[in-house]
């Protein structure tokens, strides 16, 4: 609901119920924060649903780069065997 409230802020609205899908372009470009005005001949509505959101495309960034697992169910794990 954080995100949510975070959108509906940027959308200049008290809340919102969706992540912007049925918003304007222009309110979706602000919420995906991609400017596609100088595109002719695109589904930007399309584009814009595609995309991922700024705050979910950070986490999932973060998650990529976590210090690996180095532990399975309390045993150290080397490879596809345990010891």
Not at 19 to 31: A, D, V
């Amino acid at each position: 609901m954080k995100i949510l409230n975070l959108y509906a802020g940027i959308c200049g609205k008290k809340r919102l119920t969706t992540r912007g899908h049925n918003e304007t372009i222009e309110i979706k470009q602000k919420i995906k924060g991609f400017d596609l005005n100088n595109f002719k001949d695109i589904d930007k509505n399309k584009i814009l649903r595609n995309c991922v959101e700024p705050t979910s495309a950070l986490h999932i960034f973060n998650m990529g780069f976590k210090i690996k697992q180095t532990k399975l169910n309390g045993d150290e794990y080397n490879g596809n065997k345990r010891d």
